[in-house]
């Protein structure tokens, strides 16, 4: 009987490889755009499950936040989306997204470095909470409204649903294991220190951007119609489209009752069951 040689054995494992490669890593996993930008969603996802859980929990321990002030801090984070997000819509039609994610990821990441700094010099009070919140609310309509568009120019409309099937396990990953490794570095860094963890996957994110070419990156502004105006029309839209307003009605609900949740769950967790 005669045996393989081991050189035939390496060709096969290696074209075995190569094969899995090819089915694998085909389609947009090809631009080397797409795949930073995908790593740079992925990257902060997993980083902002560190705020989600460091930034309340700073509030609660550290700072023996009322429940009124809890609610204060969760509204202020969530109100950006009720003041500006029509706006920023409108707004980055206007400008090309890539800088402004860019920008966006760097002021975030100072503004969470705001809490570690003032923690270290022993100044932080919940009113710094207050204005990091807002301004990280402010981030994720904007800048997340910024990375939707900048992914669907890049891909194109008739691979929207490959981008969507692409980002969505990075995301969804982030928010089974993040809160995970959010709980062991807030356990070793306390809160407000694990904190700048966060801030770093934003400049990171910001340095990965840098890099990406984005030719289909260009503004589209149609005709001279006002922002006002532009608002109108896409409110017209979604109410006489059934199906975009039931999402609308659905997201402004889920919005509420989850914000209204996290607010108090965090009190009765920490100071009621007094878990870690």
């Known amino acids: 009987m005669l045996m393989p040689r081991p050189e035939d054995e390496a060709m096969t494992v290696n074209e075995r490889l190569k094969n899995f490669s090819r089915r694998a890593f085909r389609g947009l996993w090809l631009s080397r755009d797409f795949r930073r930008v995908w790593a740079s969603l992925t990257l902060t996802s997993f980083g902002m499950q560190i705020t989600n859980l460091a930034l309340p929990l700073t509030a609660a321990l550290l700072?023996?936040?009322?429940?009124?002030?809890?609610?204060?801090?969760?509204?202020?984070?969530?109100?950006?989306?009720?003041?500006?997000?029509?706006?920023?819509?409108?707004m980055l039609?206007?400008?090309?997204?890539?800088?402004?994610?860019?920008?966006?990821?760097?002021?975030?990441g100072v503004a969470l470095l705001a809490i570690p700094v003032a923690a270290w010099f022993g100044v932080l009070s919940i009113e710094i909470l207050f204005v990091v919140g807002f301004l990280c609310g402010v981030t994720n309509v904007v800048g997340g409204a910024a990375y939707q568009v900048l992914l669907a120019q890049m891909a194109g409309r008739k691979r929207l649903v490959e981008v969507n099937a692409k980002v969505s396990p990075g995301e969804q990953s982030a928010a089974l294991i993040g809160p995970g490794i959010a709980g062991a570095l807030i356990n070793a860094l306390t809160a407000p220190f694990a904190i700048a963890v966060d801030a770093l996957t934003f400049f990171a994110s910001a340095l990965m951007l840098r890099r990406l070419e984005a030719k289909n990156d260009i503004p589209h502004v149609s005709g001279n119609a006002g922002v006002w105006r532009e608002i109108g029309e896409g409110l017209k839209l979604v109410k006489g489209n059934p199906t975009l307003r039931g999402l609308a009605w659905l997201a402004g609900l889920w919005q509420f009752?989850?914000?209204?949740?996290?607010?108090v769950l965090i009190l009765f967790a920490a100071r009621e069951l007094s878990l870690s």
Do not use: C, Y
């Open 257 to 263: 009752l989850h914000h209204m949740q996290v607010a």
């Open 93 to 108: 039609d206007r400008v090309r997204k890539l800088p402004v994610a860019i920008a966006l990821d760097i002021w975030r």
């Open 63 to 90: 700072l023996n936040a009322t429940p009124m002030q809890m609610g204060v801090l969760i509204a202020l984070e969530t109100l950006p989306f009720a003041l500006i997000s029509l706006h920023a819509g409108v």
